[in-house]
């Protein structure tokens, strides 16, 4: 068990454990792996509390019940206790600051990283819900199922991730 103490795991064993994580995924809740839906789920629920309407919605509806939906919420939970545990096992600090994103912003404030932090955040899970999924959901699961569309997010991320880099990289 001395892996669970390195800072660093091979991402070929990750991506290999990942990769098999699919056979009891799909034999036991008869579905993919994925994150995004898990937010829809808790945003659900947390809006039926001040409006009883929201059930009506026919998408928001049909997340808010059902094994698959809670399931995910469970797995974005243990994938954040995960990481916090690894963290602690591995004996790593956590970094104040990183240089890259005072290099990036032009800034060290918590005040203007916690607003930028969160709306970033939030473009990406509306851009994963148009997608139909999440990165890891479709670059995993979909493609796991040789699905087209899952295929083609995929490059369609891989493509947006490198124009923005390429306008953004500084000499």
């Not at 991506?15 to 098999?20: A, C, E, Q």
């Not at 493609?143 to 390429?166: E, N, P």
Request: with cysteine; aromatic share 10%.
């Amino acid at each position: 068990m001395s892996f669970l103490t390195e800072k660093a795991w091979s991402p070929y064993a990750a991506g290999v454990v990942i990769g098999l994580l699919q056979i009891p995924t799909f034999l036991l809740m008869d579905t993919a792996l994925g994150a995004s839906s898990s937010y829809v789920t808790v945003a659900a629920h947390i809006a039926s509390v001040f409006d009883p309407g929201v059930e009506k919605v026919k998408y928001l509806a049909s997340h808010m019940w059902g094994a698959k939906n809670w399931w995910q919420v469970a797995i974005v939970v243990g994938i954040a206790l995960g990481a916090f545990v690894s963290m602690k096992l591995s004996g790593a600090r956590r970094q104040t600051i990183s240089p890259v994103w005072a290099r990036a912003t032009g800034t060290t404030s918590l005040w203007t990283r916690a607003p930028v932090a969160f709306l970033g955040g939030f473009i990406m899970l509306f851009g994963a819900r148009i997608a139909g999924g999440c990165t890891s959901g479709h670059g995993i699961s979909g493609i796991a199922q040789l699905s087209a569309g899952s295929t083609l997010a995929v490059a369609a991320m891989f493509a947006g991730g490198i124009a923005t880099a390429m306008m953004f990289r500084r000499v």
